[in-house]
């Protein structure tokens, strides 16, 4: 079964602390995304990696950097976290070739309050 | 630019009729993929249904079918039967033309199933 793995499903911080959160995909994806969902707006792209050192902008990378040193990994960080930074951030992977249908796997989303 | 357009922030239905959910897109790419998203309270993302652009036929899954109308650029989904069970946040979501498989999400739409 498809993995795609969070590691955090609830954090709290305080402002100004630096947050890591990380993805990981059990499924040799090239392509590794971050997003993020806020009520009203949907789900924003952060940025995406398509391949391991390799990343790109999405629509919304203010305040975000990104991290992916190996194929299975890919870390979104806050590097000092602010309180409109609070939101649900989820990680998505896939193939690289674009296929058809069911390419794009999530996983079950990080729930990030910063106080 | 590529954008996903859903005008229905929230939906009644009743139990075992059927509901549509709307959805726009924008594009210039001839070659594109629509998707539908549900998002249960618990927060996953769960595919339901496909269609690409050179598609012929509207794609079915099960009680899900998508009304795929390319002129108007409209990829509606159609629940037919509705469940308690499908009481959650619908997204509308396109590939875009690149390779990567990054996704455009719509705001979505909170649909709950009346007893």
Redesign the interface.
Known sequence: DVKVTQSSRYLVKRTGEKVFLECVQDMDHENMFWYRQDPGLGLRLIYFSYDVKMKEKGDIPEGYSVSREKKERFSLILESASTNQTSMYLCASSLFYRGSGNTIYFGEGSWLTVV | AQK?T?TQ?GMFVQEKEAVTLDCTYDTSDPSY?L?WYKQPS????I?LI?Q?SYDQQNATEGRYSLNFQKARKSANLVISASQLGDSAMY?C?M?DGG??????????TLLAVQP
């Open positions: 996903i859903q922030p993929g998707f618990s927060g996953e993302m595919f496909y690409g997204f979501a590939r390779a990567t498989n990054k996704l455009i999400f719509g705001t979505g």
